[in-house]
C-alpha cells in the first residue's frame, strides 16, 4: 500500500524521479514504468470512474509487489547456511573460553570464598559464645568460692565469740556462785552470832524476869 | 510546484539511507558455492563486537566487579539462570552453546537496528542484520535440533527414541513431525520478525521521514531483545525436554 501511494504521488509531480524513489523498496528497475502507465491512464477517465477506480490503483500494485518478491530471493538457501553454523560454533568455542568458563569459574570461586568467610564468622561466633560461657563459669566459680569463704569466716567468727560468750558466761556464773556461798556463810555466821546472843539475852532477861529464884 | 521537487528530492536521500532491498543478496562464489557475503560481513562484525567486547571486559576479573565486568556477570547469571530453568540441574554443559545462541542473535538484532550499516554501499543487496536471512535463522535452528538430538542421546542412550511412541504408539507421526516443526518455527519466527521490523521502520520513514517511525524502532529494538530471548529459551526447553526421564 505504501508503495502504491508513493508511487501515485511521484508520477504526478515528477515522473524522472519515480524509478530511483521505488529502488530502496523493489529495487528493481523493470517494474516502474508499467505502474506509471496506469495513473496516466485512468487521469484520463471522467470524475466518477476515477473515484471508482481509485480502490483499484491502490490494489492494482499488489499484484506487481508479489511479482517483485517472487523475484526476491528471500528464501534462497546456499553456502549461507553452514557458513553461519560453523562460525556458530566457532563463537561457541571462543566464547567459552574466553567468557563462559573463565568467568563462570571465578564467580563460583568467589562464591564458595564468600560462603567459607561466612562460615568462618559464624565458627567465630560459636567460638566467642564458648568464651562467654567459659567466663560466666569462671564468674560463678569465683562467686561461689567467695561465697564460700564468706560463710565460713563467718562460722569461725560466730563460733569464736560463741567460745567467748559462754566462757564470760560460765565466769559470771562462777563467780555468781561464790558470792552466793560467801552470802550464805555471812548469813549463817550472822545467824551462828545472833542465836549465841539471843541465847545471853534470853538468860539475861530470865535472871532479870526471876529473882534468884 | 519548486517544493515539491525539493522535498521528494530529500526523501530521496532519506531513502538511501532507511531503503530494505528485501531478498537482494550480494552473492561471492566460493569453490562453486554461492554465499550471501553480506550475511557473513555483518555477522564478522557482530562476533567482533561480541569477542571484543568480551576480552576487554573480562581479561581480568575483579573480586568486586567494575563496570563491563559487573555487566557480563550479569549476563553470565542471566543465561545460567535461563539454562537451570529450561534444563534443570545438569545444566552446566549447555550454557556455552544457549548463551552463545542469545549473545549472537540478540547481538545481531540490535545490530541491524542501531548500526548504520547503509554508510557501507556494496554493489548489489545491502548490509542489515544477520538474522534478516534465512540461511542464519535456519542454521542456528538446525543447529538446536542438532543439539536437542545429542542432549536426548548422550543422556539416554537409543532409548531416547522411545519418546517416539509416548504416550501411545498413536502418537508416532506427531511426535515424528515434532522434529521438523522444532526447527521450522524456530527459524521462520526468528527471520520474520527480524525482517517485519525492519520493513515496518521503512515503510513508516518512507511515509514520514520524522519523528513518527521512533516509536517503532524502539518497538523493534524491543522485539528484537525478545525474540533472541524467546530462541534462547526454546533452545533451552528442547534440550531439557529431550534430557528429562519418563519414569
Request: charged share 20%.
Given at each position: ?44 477517465l ?23 518478491m ?5 528464501f ?15 563463537l ?22 564468600i ?6 564468622v ?29 560463710n ?9 565469740l560463741e ?35 539471843i ?15 | ?62 573480586t ?59 554493489p548489489?543487496?545491502?548490509l ?11 542454521a ?24 517416539y ?37 521503512v ?45
Amino acid at each position: 500500500m505504501a508503495t502504491a501511494m508513493m508511487a501515485a504521488a511521484t508520477t504526478s509531480c515528477s515522473p524522472r524521479r519515480a524509478p530511483a524513489v521505488l529502488r530502496p523498496v523493489a529495487s528493481s528497475s523493470a517494474q516502474p514504468p508499467r505502474r506509471r502507465q496506469q495513473p496516466r491512464g485512468l487521469k484520463q477517465l471522467p470524475g466518477l470512474v476515477a473515484t471508482a477506480a481509485a480502490a483499484a490503483v491502490a490494489a492494482a500494485p499488489l499484484p506487481a509487489l508479489a511479482e517483485q518478491m517472487e523475484k526476491a530471493a528471500l528464501f534462497d538457501f546456499n553456502l549461507t547456511l553452514p557458513a553461519i553454523a560453523i562460525e556458530f560454533l566457532l563463537l561457541m568455542v571462543a566464547l567459552d573460553k574466553l567468557y563462559f568458563t573463565p568467568l563462570g569459574k571465578f564467580m563460583d570461586e568467589r562464591d564458595a570464598k564468600i560462603r567459607a568467610e561466612l562460615g568462618d564468622v559464624k565458627d567465630a561466633s560459636e567460638e566467642v559464645r564458648q568464651l562467654e560461657e567459659q567466663a560466666a563459669a569462671v564468674m560463678k566459680a569465683a562467686r561461689a568460692e567467695i561465697a564460700a569463704a564468706l560463710n565460713k569466716m563467718k562460722k569461725e567468727t560466730t563460733q569464736e565469740l560463741e567460745a567467748k560468750l559462754d566462757e564470760g558466761r560460765r565466769r559470771v556464773e562462777a563467780e555468781l556462785v561464790e558470792a552466793l556461798a560467801n552470802l550464805e556463810a555471812q548469813k549463817e555466821e550472822a545467824v551462828k552470832a545472833l542465836d549465841a546472843q539471843i541465847a545471853s539475852l534470853s538468860d539475861e532477861i530470865v535472871k532479870k524476869v526471876l529473882p534468884s529464884a | 510546484m519548486n517544493i515539491i521537487p525539493c522535498s521528494i528530492k530529500t526523501l530521496k536521500g532519506l531513502y538511501d539511507i532507511s531503503g530494505v532491498e528485501v531478498g537482494q543478496h550480494f552473492y561471492w562464489q566460493i569453490g562453486g558455492f554461492q554465499i550471501h557475503a553480506q550475511v557473513l560481513i555483518t555477522s564478522w562484525v557482530v562476533i567482533t563486537i561480541l569477542l571484543g567486547s568480551v576480552i576487554i571486559a573480562v581479561r581480568n576479573p575483579q573480586t568486586i566487579p567494575t563496570d563491563g565486568q559487573n555487566f557480563f556477570e550479569y549476563v553470565l547469571e542471566f543465561i545460567r539462570d535461563l539454562s537451570k530453568t529450561q534444563i534443570g540441574e545438569e545444566y552446566g554443559p549447555w550454557v556455552p552453546f544457549i548463551g552463545t545462541m542469545f549473545l549472537f542473535i540478540f547481538v545481531s538484532n540490535w545490530s541491524g537496528a542501531l548500526l548504520p550499516w547503509k554508510i557501507i554501499q556494496l554493489p548489489h543487496g545491502e548490509l542489515a542484520a544477520p538474522t534478516n536471512d534465512i540461511n542464519t535463522t535456519v542454521a542456528l535452528a538446525l543447529l538446536t535440533s542438532a543439539a536437542y538430538f545429542y542432549a536426548g542421546l548422550s543422556k539416554k542412550g537409543l532409548s531416547y527414541f522411545e519418546k517416539y511412541i509416548k504416550p501411545t504408539p498413536i502418537l508416532l507421526p506427531i511426535n515424528i513431525l515434532e522434529d521438523f516443526t522444532k526447527p521450522l518455527s524456530l527459524s521462520f519466527r526468528l527471520f520474520g520478525n527480524i525482517l517485519a521490523d525492519e520493513l515496518v521502520v521503512v515503510v513508516l520513514v518512507s511515509l514520514v521521514p520524522l519523528v513518527v517511525p521512533i516509536p517503532v524502532m524502539f518497538l523493534g529494538l524491543f522485539t528484537s531483545g525478545i525474540q533472541a530471548l524467546i530462541f534462547a529459551t526454546l533452545a533451552a526447553a528442547y534440550i531439557g525436554e529431550s534430557m528429562e526421564g519418563h519414569h
